[in-house]
Nanobody, 118 residues
Framework: QVQLVESGGGLVQPGGSLRLSCAAS????????MGWFRQAPGKEREFVAA???????VYADSVKGRFTISRDNVKNTVLLQMNSLKPEDTAVYYC????????????WGQGTQVTVSS
C-alpha cells in the first residue's frame, strides 16, 4: 500500500510559479511510476506529467516547456515545478502512483488546489 500526500498549492498570479510536492509512504517507492493529474471545475481529470522509475519523463502538450517533474528516491518525494502559469492551469492537482508491471494508476493523493488569477 502507498499513501500519497500533496502540498504546495495556492493562489498565484498569471506568469508566476509554484512547486507542488508529493510525499509517498510505503514500500518500493523507487520502482513506481509517479504522475501528476489535474481536474478543473466541470471538467474531467487530465494527465499532466509522469516520471518513470528510470527517470524518463512525459508531459501533456499543454504544459510542455513550462512544467518540470522530478523525483527524489531517497526522500520518497515527487515534485512538479510549474512556471509561466496561466489561468487555465487552475485546478485541483493530484499525485498518483503506478506499480511496475501494472498499466493503471493504483494510488492517488487527496489533491491540492492551484488557482491562477490576478
Amino acid at each position: 500500500q502507498v499513501q500519497l500526500v500533496e502540498s504546495g498549492g495556492g493562489l498565484v498570479q498569471p506568469g508566476g510559479s509554484l512547486r507542488l510536492s508529493c510525499a509517498a509512504s510505503g514500500r518500493s517507492f523507487s520502482s513506481y511510476t509517479m504522475g501528476w493529474f489535474r481536474q478543473a471545475p466541470g471538467k474531467e481529470r487530465e494527465f499532466v506529467a509522469a516520471i518513470r522509475w528510470s527517470g524518463s519523463t512525459v508531459y501533456a502538450d499543454s504544459v510542455k516547456g513550462r512544467f518540470t517533474i522530478s523525483r527524489d528516491n531517497v526522500k520518497n518525494t515527487v515534485l512538479l515545478q510549474m512556471n509561466s502559469l496561466k489561468p487555465e492551469d487552475t485546478a485541483v492537482y493530484y499525485c498518483a502512483a503506478m506499480d511496475r508491471g501494472v498499466s493503471s494508476w493504483s494510488y492517488w493523493g487527496q489533491g491540492t488546489q492551484v488557482t491562477v488569477s490576478s
